[in-house]
């Protein structure tokens, strides 16, 4: 997007509110931080930094897996697809939605169950734990600083749009921003800090988007048919506004895309390292399925939230402001808010420093939980199982994990300055793909296949891992598009912007490969002994 | 088993030898367990990816079928999009309440007296 459609926004709507933003964003970091240094106060030994002492109850844990959830992509990204794709934005959202089945039927109870701090646990179970925790490790890092990277470019893109930011300077003092107030929550404030920023956040993100949901259907005297048929007619698309097609009906290739986006956004969010550590913060298995049901009902409402503010600014919004304003639709939430309150009212520059100032908690809140998630995974399985091999205490392992949040911040700060620029979708898609590829195959075949052995799991993670990070290397997302990383080289040759249709059966076929084509015979004892914890909670921590 | 045993701690469980966890896993009363779990939760899953991927391709491939008007702007899109909720808030409303009749006794059963039978 070039500067100049980025200060059309700035000067004409949001310079007068910038101060109202500023104070509601500062009282959100001055709250947050609170809670940060109370929590830190109680954090004492590495259960309870990792799992927060495993006291939350499930409608606590459910309230902050959803705030982990409901990322900037959902909030923004969805709303944003919604108003400019009609139909094919709101498919987005039941994929994210839907996935959660796989989570509550096959994976939060056994992990929760027979694992301790990470996914690392649960995959090196009954394998060779150096070369499985390595593995689980990395794909850990991996999978969650992509996440991270998306999040922290979209923090760029609002606050400069919303503050009037437009200099390389300003965006990347933004992301250092970030960055800093990430590594204090977690350094700090541990699982237990995180864990109440995060509920505050969906608190504050399902309260903004019920009000603005109210409004919208207040507009429209709560009939829906009149709301999609507006902005049907005002998108300028007509029934097609409402028709799947518009993004992703194009061609044979575009078609396949959609299926694989559909494909690795079922199956990733179970093996999403920063949500699956979310089970070990309810006191056992029974508590983790509840708060799951909790996050299904919590998340789904929002969805169908999002289809109202989506076709809302559709209805509301000349689709040539919204996308002056970002490409990709970014601030048609936002911008939404200001619409319904009035534009040249107090109360249109009140609802929209409200919205922009949740979305702003969002960010901060999804950023801390992928830290955390990658922080406790390089303590936990990397230094004091592969590095110590087993022997570090448990407050060396915690030390270790704050320097590595640290290092994982001042990483994600670097990256994130560079990637300020990038398109943020592709990031998350990869994510879900990564994780899709690398993590489900081998957490499933852990649990459930008795001959599953260490070559096996290690294959898997891998080549999930590779396949997929290789394939969107070698994709429209990274070059040879003009809305990819790099616009102007071209090395694609895989067609498609989400590998998940070819990387996820990857995965699991290595698995499988690895296993059967392995000269170590699998632990029984082991199996025995994992199985029998994962379905009954014997011994569980 | 200890009558004043401290507060039930995070601290160390008691933990089965590895005999225990294997003669456990091969007894009936734990092969109905796992048998009542996989056979509810496996189909179950292979049906609801199956519903989703129905959902996905016939947004690619039927869109005239999907742009059929039912009630006013409301077309058959739309409403098998809500179905997709609504049939997730059935299937964890229903896995739960499965759940909770026939796996949590049966696990509960077995845990205490693993973690009891010192």
Same mark, same amino acid.
């Given at each position: 997007?070039?500067?100049?459609?980025?200060?059309?926004?700035?000067?004409?709507?949001?310079?007068?509110?910038?101060?109202?933003?500023?104070?509601?964003?500062?009282?959100?970091?001055?709250?947050?931080?609170?809670?940060?240094?109370?929590?830190?106060?109680?954090?004492?030994?590495?259960?309870?930094?990792?799992?927060?002492?495993?006291?939350?109850?499930?409608?606590?844990?459910?309230?902050?897996?959803?705030?982990?959830?409901?990322?900037?992509?959902?909030?923004?990204?969805?709303?944003?697809?919604?108003?400019?794709?009609?139909?094919?934005?709101?498919?987005?959202?039941?994929?994210?939605?839907?996935?959660?089945?796989?989570?509550?039927?096959?994976?939060?109870?056994?992990?929760?169950?027979?694992?301790?701090?990470?996914?690392?646990?649960?995959?090196?179970?009954?394998?060779?734990?150096?070369?499985?925790?390595?593995?689980?490790?990395?794909?850990?890092?991996?999978?969650?600083?992509?996440?991270?990277?998306?999040?922290?470019?979209?923090?760029?893109?609002?606050?400069?749009?919303?503050?009037?930011?437009?200099?390389?300077?300003?965006?990347?003092?933004?992301?250092?921003?970030?960055?800093?107030?990430?590594?204090?929550?977690?350094?700090?404030?541990?699982?237990?800090?995180?864990?109440?920023?995060?509920?505050?956040?969906?608190?504050?993100?399902?309260?903004?988007? %019920?009000?603005?949901?109210?409004?919208?259907?207040?507009?429209?005297?709560?009939?829906?048919?009149?709301?999609?048929?507006?902005?049907?007619?005002?998108?300028?698309?007509?029934?097609?506004?409402?028709?799947?097609?518009?993004?992703?009906?194009?061609?044979?290739?575009?078609?396949?895309?959609?299926?694989?986006?559909?494909?690795?956004?079922?199956?990733?969010?179970?093996?999403?390292?920063?949500?699956?550590?979310?089970?070990?913060?309810?006191?056992?298995?029974?508590?983790?399925?509840?708060?799951?049901?909790?996050?299904?009902?919590?998340?789904?409402?929002?969805?169908?939230?999002?289809?109202?503010?989506?076709?809302?600014?559709?209805? %509301?919004?000349?689709?040539?402001?919204?996308?002056?304003?970002?490409?990709?639709?970014?601030?048609?939430?936002?911008?939404?808010?200001?619409?319904?309150?009035?534009?040249?009212?107090?109360?249109?520059?009140?609802?929209?420093?409200?919205?922009?100032?949740?979305?702003?908690?969002?960010?901060?809140?999804?950023?801390?939980?992928?830290?955390?998630?990658?922080?406790?995974?390089?303590?936990?399985?990397?230094?004091?199982?592969?590095?110590?091999?087993?022997?570090?205490?448990?407050?060396?392992?915690?030390?270790?994990?704050?320097?590595?949040?640290?290092?994982?911040?001042?990483?994600?700060?670097?990256?994130?300055?560079?990637?300020?620029?990038?398109?943020?979708?592709?990031?998350?898609?990869?994510?879900?793909?990564?994780?899709?590829?690398?993590?489900?195959?081998?957490?499933?075949?852990?649990?459930?296949?008795?001959?599953?052995?260490?070559?096996?799991?290690?294959?898997?993670?891998?080549?999930?891992?590779?396949?997929?990070?290789?394939?969107?290397?070698?994709?429209?997302?990274?070059?040879?598009?003009?809305?990819?990383?790099?616009?102007?080289?071209?090395?694609?040759?895989?067609?498609?912007?989400?590998?998940?249709?070819?990387?996820?059966?990857?995965?699991?076929?290595?698995?499988?490969?690895?296993?059967?084509?392995?000269?170590?015979?699998?632990?029984?004892?082991?199996?025995?002994?994992?199985?029998?914890?994962?379905?009954?909670?014997?011994?569980?921590? | 088993?200890?009558?004043?045993? @401290?507060?039930?701690?995070?601290?160390?469980?008691?933990? @089965?030898?590895?005999?225990?966890?294997?003669?456990?896993?091969?007894?009936?009363?734990?092969?109905?367990?796992?048998? !009542?779990?996989?056979?509810?939760?496996? @189909?179950?899953?292979?049906?609801?990816?199956?519903?989703?991927?129905?959902?996905?391709?016939? !947004?690619?491939?039927?869109?005239?079928?999907?742009?059929?008007?039912?009630?006013?702007?409301?077309?058959?899109?739309?409403?098998?999009?809500?179905?997709?909720?609504?049939?997730?808030?059935?299937?964890?409303?229903?896995?739960?309440?499965?759940?909770?009749?026939?796996?949590? @006794?049966?696990?509960?059963?077995?845990?205490?007296?693993?973690?009891?039978?010192?």
């Amino acid at each position: 997007m070039s500067p100049v459609q980025q200060t059309v926004l700035a000067a004409n709507e949001a310079s007068e509110h910038r101060p109202l933003i500023i104070t509601l964003f500062g009282l959100f970091v001055l709250a947050t931080l609170a809670i940060t240094v109370w929590a830190g106060r109680q954090t004492k030994d590495a259960a309870d930094f990792y799992a927060g002492g495993r006291q939350f109850s499930a409608f606590q844990n459910g309230l902050a897996v959803s705030g982990d959830y409901m990322s900037a992509a959902s909030f923004l990204g969805i709303a944003g697809a919604i108003a400019l794709f009609g139909y094919d934005g709101f498919l987005y959202s039941i994929g994210f939605l839907v996935a959660w089945l796989v989570a509550l039927l096959l994976v939060a109870e056994p992990l929760r169950n027979s694992g301790r701090y990470t996914m690392g646990d649960v995959l090196a179970y009954r394998m060779r734990q150096r070369p499985v925790r390595t593995a689980a490790g990395t794909s850990t890092i991996v999978v969650s600083i992509f996440y991270l990277l998306a999040q922290m470019a979209g923090a760029g893109v609002l606050v400069s749009l919303l503050l009037g930011i437009t200099s390389d300077a300003g965006k990347i003092l933004i992301v250092a921003l970030v960055g800093v107030l990430m590594i204090v929550y977690v350094s700090i404030g541990g699982m237990k800090g995180t864990t109440w920023v995060q509920m505050v956040k969906a608190v504050l993100l399902i309260g903004g988007t %019920l009000l603005i949901t109210f409004l919208v259907l207040l507009k429209f005297n709560f009939n829906i048919s009149d709301l999609l048929g507006t902005a049907a007619e005002n998108s300028g698309k007509g029934a097609a506004f409402l028709e799947p097609g518009l993004q992703y009906g194009a061609t044979g290739t575009s078609k396949l895309d959609f299926i694989s986006l559909g494909i690795a956004l079922v199956l990733g969010t179970a093996g999403l390292p920063h949500i699956l550590i979310r089970f070990y913060t309810v006191p056992n298995a029974k508590a983790a399925r509840k708060s799951v049901n909790w996050a299904i009902g919590i998340i789904g409402g929002f969805y169908l939230m999002t289809i109202a503010l989506g076709f809302g600014a559709a209805a %509301l919004i000349d689709q040539k402001e919204i996308i002056a304003s970002n490409p990709s639709g970014n601030t048609a939430a936002p911008l939404l808010a200001l619409h319904l309150g009035g534009v040249d009212s107090a109360w249109g520059a009140i609802l929209l420093a409200t919205i922009s100032a949740v979305a702003f908690a969002t960010i901060l809140a999804v950023v801390a939980g992928l830290t955390l998630a990658s922080s406790s995974s390089f303590a936990h399985d990397i230094y004091a199982n592969v590095i110590r091999k087993g022997k570090a205490s448990g407050a060396e392992e915690v030390r270790a994990a704050r320097w590595a949040t640290v290092f994982i911040g001042i990483v994600s700060i670097g990256l994130g300055a560079l990637a300020r620029d990038l398109n943020v979708a592709g990031l998350v898609a990869l994510a879900f793909a990564v994780a899709a590829s690398a993590n489900l195959p081998t957490i499933l075949y852990s649990l459930f296949w008795k001959r599953f052995t260490t070559q096996g799991a290690l294959w898997s993670i891998y080549g999930g891992l590779i396949v997929a990070v290789g394939l969107v290397l070698f994709s429209p997302v990274v070059s040879g598009d003009p809305k990819a990383m790099f616009p102007d080289v071209d090395f694609h040759w895989f067609p498609l912007k989400n590998p998940g249709i070819i990387s996820i059966p990857f995965g699991f076929l290595m698995g499988f490969l690895g296993t059967v084509l392995s000269k170590e015979k699998p632990d029984e004892a082991k199996y025995a002994e994992l199985e029998v914890r994962s379905l009954t909670g014997t011994g569980a921590h | 088993m200890a009558t004043d045993a @401290p507060p039930p701690a995070k601290a160390e469980h008691h933990l @089965p030898s590895a005999e225990e966890f294997t003669a456990v896993q091969e007894s009936a009363e734990f092969g109905e367990l796992r048998r !009542s779990y996989r056979s509810f939760a496996f @189909p179950l899953t292979v049906a609801f990816i199956a519903w989703y991927l129905l959902y996905v391709l016939l !947004s690619n491939y039927a869109g005239d079928f999907m742009g059929t008007k039912l009630l006013g702007n409301i077309n058959i899109a739309l409403v098998l999009g809500i179905a997709q909720f609504v049939t997730t808030f059935l299937i964890a409303w229903w896995y739960s309440r499965h759940a909770a009749a026939k796996l949590d @006794p049966k696990a509960e059963a077995i845990k205490s007296r693993m973690e009891g039978g010192a």
